[in-house]
């Protein structure tokens, strides 16, 4: 059977959501994964972006990571998406390529696909469950599949959030926690979606 197709899609202005991503990758690729890395293009105002120096720093660091496209998504056998919280719901700039894909939602293009979300924000309750459950209202009408870690693997005793990796920015980088619980996500949605691409094969 042909490897599974995984696109790690997410947006970053500081640098967590892109360390927390490229565990993700991680974890895809050690499950056997084909695996696209691909961020969402940046469109907050320049002087919004030059007023927090981490936020130049990051944009500078992160450029040669591929942005993010339609193609990606239709692509992917499983998809997981990656934001900051913005008051509780995804970043405006993952929500404006979420509108986007109208089209290839309309041709059944995302349809049977492994869906899975992970966040961060700046405080311990600064809205990480209700970002990653607005995402999946929009996989619900996508008629994906959704695939959280829930409390399947000992490290999610640890970091205690069955509904996907997460991390509190405010606290400093993800740590060791975080980065493994990310790793463990990505192998699990890659394993879920291998199993059901071998079940539609048989």
Do not use: C
Not at 49 to 59: C, E
Not at 81 to 90: A, C, D, E, L
Not at 91 to 100: E, P, V
Not at 188 to 198: C, P, Q
């Amino acid at each position: 059977m042909e490897p599974v197709n995984a696109a790690i899609v997410y947006y970053s202005a500081t640098g967590t959501v892109h360390a927390l991503a490229r565990a993700v990758a991680e974890g895809a690729e050690k499950a056997g994964a084909e695996v696209r890395l691909r961020r969402i293009a940046e469109t907050a105002p320049q002087a919004a972006i030059d007023a927090n120096p981490a936020w130049v720093q990051h944009l500078q660091d992160s450029a040669d990571v591929p942005v993010a496209a339609l193609d990606d998504l239709g692509w992917a056998d499983v998809v997981l998406f990656g934001t900051p919280t913005r008051f509780g719901n995804p970043a405006a700039q993952l929500k404006a390529f979420i509108d986007t894909t109208g089209p290839l939602w309309f041709a059944g293009g995302l349809a049977g696909k492994v869906f899975s979300a992970f966040t961060a924000s700046n405080t311990a309750h600064g809205g990480q469950e209700s970002t990653i459950l607005a995402l999946s209202n929009v996989f619900y009408h996508w008629g994906g599949i959704i695939v959280p870690p829930g409390y399947t693997d000992p490290v999610q005793f640890r970091s205690g959030n069955p509904y996907g990796a997460s991390h509190v920015a405010g606290d400093g980088p993800p740590g060791e926690v975080a980065v493994e619980a990310a790793r463990y996500q990505g192998r699990r949605a890659v394993e879920t979606a291998a199993a059901l691409k071998a079940g539609r094969a048989a």
